[in-house]
T-cell receptor, first 112, second 115 residues
Framework: AAGVIQSPRHLIKEKRETATLKCYPIPRHDTVYWYQQGPGQDPQFLIS???????DKGSIPDRFSAQQFSDYHSELNMSSLELGDSALYFCASSLVGLETQYFGPGTRLLVL | GNSVTQMEGPVTLSEEAFLTINCTYTATGYPSLFWYVQYPGEGLQLLLKATKADDKGSNKGFEATYRKETTSFHLEKGSVQVSDSAVYFC??????????????FGKGTLLTVNP
């Protein structure tokens, strides 16, 4: 069965650079969630989208923005990167109205 | 706010031992409860879930029962295997506006099973 696809899987950036993370949900899934997992930490909710509209927002820095496109894929844009942004970024997808989320493998971002 | 508390690890067991990982929650409403597992270097996989009181979720020999009276969702397995070594996260979700079911996770429990 098709799963959630995230790209790139690994990313190395310098401080103050920008990064774009992409998420392709399971086919027919219309809701996307983004989570950030710092080293040794639990995943923290960043933002979610349904039908290209932001549905909820968590602890996402103002330097980050995200959007969902008409094909339901989503992109997380991160600017002015800081060392503390180094983390594993997960995308999860679901069908609207259903609580079960399916996670992608994550993008590991390292900021030097 | 909503929160999940799980027993701190790490937990180290011998193969075929009994496993319990405690999880309790606080929620402003009636949440759904989940256990996710994260194998080394991998993403989060849904292990099991329960959506209402007294429901029992089960998968791969793991079980957890939704206890509303004690606000708990403890994970158990009767006989662990080396391949069960991973980090286990307890999580809850609550229906928000529209499609919002964001997950709130516990801190995770590292399980190591020795042969």
């Amino acid at each position: 069965a098709a799963g959630v696809i995230q790209s790139p899987r690994h990313l190395i950036k310098e401080k103050r650079e920008t990064a774009t993370l992409k998420c392709y949900p399971i086919p027919r899934h219309d809701t996307v969630y983004w989570y950030q997992q710092g080293p040794g930490q639990d995943p923290q909710f960043l933002i979610s989208f349904y039908e290209k509209m932001q549905s909820d927002k968590g602890s996402i820095p103002d330097r980050f923005s995200a959007q969902q496109f008409s094909d339901y894929h989503s992109e997380l844009n991160m600017s002015s990167l800081e060392l503390g942004d180094s983390a594993l970024y997960f995308c999860a997808s679901s069908l609207v109205g259903l609580e079960t989320q399916y996670f992608g493998p994550g993008t590991r971002l390292l900021v030097l | 706010g909503n929160s999940v508390t799980q027993m701190e690890g790490p937990v180290t067991l011998s193969e075929e031992a009994f496993l319990t990982i405690n999880c309790t929650y606080t929620a402003t409403g009636y949440p759904s409860l989940f256990w996710y597992v994260q194998y080394p270097g991998e993403g989060l996989q849904l292990l099991l879930k329960a959506t209402k009181a007294d429901d029992k979720g089960s998968n791969k020999g793991f079980e957890a029962t939704y206890r509303k009276e004690t606000t708990s969702f403890h994970l158990e397995k009767g006989s662990v295997q080396v391949s069960d070594s991973a980090v286990y996260f307890c999580a809850l979700s609550l229906a928000g506006g529209g499609s919002n079911y964001k997950l709130t996770f516990g801190k995770g429990t590292l399980l190591t099973v020795n042969p």
